[in-house]
């Protein structure tokens, strides 16, 4: 994929979310925006998803009231966020608690984000289902410097009461349910520019040095683009229908060999959620919802060149990853027992 391809996906996905608007409560915005991994440290970050899955580990800021502090993985507009403990919180929102959890067990994802926009509409898209939403104000994070400063985002929140009576039953991982939030960022549009590579691509080279890494490149395994969030839920199809309430609609069906299960994309924006149930007993997915409960469990990445990210994780992991070919799509998969409790897959494009 190149440079200027990568600025039409950009403005590709601007066009989708057009088109959809009127359907879902995405509204302009561009759907699946990050996942967040909760880790021991930023050592892990920088040793599994930096030098032995040649991404781009750019640390960020601080969070005092979640005791977080983070680093960001560039996919424009999206990204993965990595966080870990690094002191006592004032205050524990579900997200943080559950980067608590997973960070104390190793590592794994934590819950993922959807960015929809304006966000007084997707509130009033939600109120319309019967939920209960409330717009609360930003945390405030402190830079590396120790400045403090507002977030640059605005979250909104599904009233747990009311989507314990609403929403019974949904697990984790799937919209309305826990471990999905959806925001606004306060420059949303911003991020849909045909700058933004380009502008991440110059803070990777200036922050995060590679030898690895390509000219024109952000990571050195050539990471372009978010394409999904993987999700273990009881039922695929229940799963489905409930994010079709949400306006997403129902994809194409998946067989990820390394997971040894069958799953189902719903279409999120730019972005998709896979969902997969754990029906066979035997299968790696099955292991993970045995040791880590169902939810949020892995992602997928578009890279420019399989063979590079192939390369790159082989010699890192010290570990052959097999290809699989299906359809157009072709990928590779290194398992959650590599990768510090989470899926990646690289699949290129």
Not at 81 to 90: A, C, D, I
Not at 116 to 129: F, G, H, T
């Amino acid at each position: 994929m190149s440079l200027k391809n990568c600025f039409a996906v950009l403005l590709g996905a601007a066009g989708l979310l057009a088109a959809q608007s009127d359907s879902s409560v995405l509204g302009a915005g561009w759907g699946l925006d990050h996942i967040l991994i909760g880790l021991p440290g930023l050592d892990t970050a920088k040793d599994i998803f930096g030098a032995k899955l040649g991404f781009s580990v750019r640390p960020g800021n601080q969070f005092p009231e979640q005791g977080l502090a983070h680093a960001i993985m560039r996919l424009p507009p999206a990204y993965i966020e990595v966080l870990w403990p690094y002191q006592k919180p004032s205050k524990t929102p579900s997200f943080a608690a559950a980067v608590r959890q997973k960070a104390e067990s190793g590592g794994g994802v934590a819950s993922y984000n959807i960015d929809v926009s304006p966000i007084e509409r997707a509130a009033d898209d939600m109120r319309r289902l019967g939920l209960k939403v409330t717009l609360p104000s930003s945390s405030v994070a402190r830079t590396p410097d120790g400045k403090e400063q507002p977030g640059a985002w605005q979250f909104l929140e599904i009233d747990p009461a009311v989507q314990a009576v609403r929403l019974r039953g949904v697990p984790r991982g799937v919209p309305g349910g826990a471990g999905v939030s959806f925001l606004e960022y306060r420059n949303n549009a911003d991020n849909l520019k045909a700058d933004t590579f380009e502008r991440m691509r110059q803070l990777a080279e200036r922050d995060v040095p590679d030898p690895r890494r390509a000219a024109g490149e952000i990571h050195a395994n050539t990471g372009r683009k978010l394409l999904s969030v993987w999700v273990a839920v009881p039922s695929v199809s229940e799963a489905v229908r409930q994010s079709e309430q949400f306006g997403f609609t129902a994809g194409a069906e998946r067989d990820v060999e390394a997971l040894g299960e069958k799953g189902r994309e719903v279409q999120c924006g730019q972005g998709a959620i896979v969902f997969f149930a754990p029906v066979n007993g035997n299968s790696a997915l099955s292991q993970l919802v045995k040791d880590q409960g169902l939810g949020p469990f892995g992602f997928s990445i578009a890279v420019a060149n399989l063979q590079t990210a192939q390369k790159i994780a082989e010699q890192g992991m010290n570990t052959r990853f097999g290809i699989q070919r299906a359809g157009n799509r072709i990928s590779f998969v290194v398992p959650a027992r590599l990768a510090a409790g989470t899926f990646v897959e690289f699949v290129q494009q």
